[in-house]
């Protein structure tokens, strides 16, 4: 079975910084297209960062020059470090693979998320 567990979450003020990481219980975790996504409360689930298996890339408009995406293929771990955080950021975090690649019955199951709480 795989396994997604997402951490690094937590309750920030405005401008602040958060790292997030998803570790993946998979196999061959470097071939995968992965995404971090969130979702606030009464929204869909949006994308907000890909990266491929080859290590390019993408970002929400939203996000761009904020948010950093990476991996580390070693550790089937990806990140997501999010700087000059604002409350619209406030969601909960999801990873998964990145669905522009995949069909939606090829996503992991969805682990549970870390919340990320941005407030003054």
């Known amino acids: 079975q795989v396994q997604l567990v997402e951490s690094g979450g937590g309750l920030v003020q405005p401008g602040e910084s958060l790292r997030l990481s998803c570790a993946a219980s998979?196999?061959?975790?470097?071939?995968?297209?992965m995404a971090w996504y969130r979702q606030a409360p009464g929204n869909q689930r949006k994308l907000v960062a890909g990266?491929?298996?080859?290590?390019?890339?993408n970002y929400a408009d939203s996000v761009k020059g904020r948010f950093t995406i990476s991996r580390d293929n070693a550790k089937s771990t990806m990140y997501l470090q999010m700087n000059s955080l604002k409350p619209d950021d406030t969601a909960v975090y999801y990873c998964?693979?990145?669905?522009?690649?995949?069909?939606?019955?090829?996503?992991?199951?969805w682990g549970q998320g870390t919340q990320v709480t941005v407030s003054s």
């Open positions: 998964n693979r990145d669905d522009r690649y995949y069909s939606f019955t090829d996503l992991f199951p």
């Open positions: 998979v196999d061959r975790f470097s071939i995968y297209h």
């Open positions: 990266i491929t298996g080859g290590g390019s890339t």
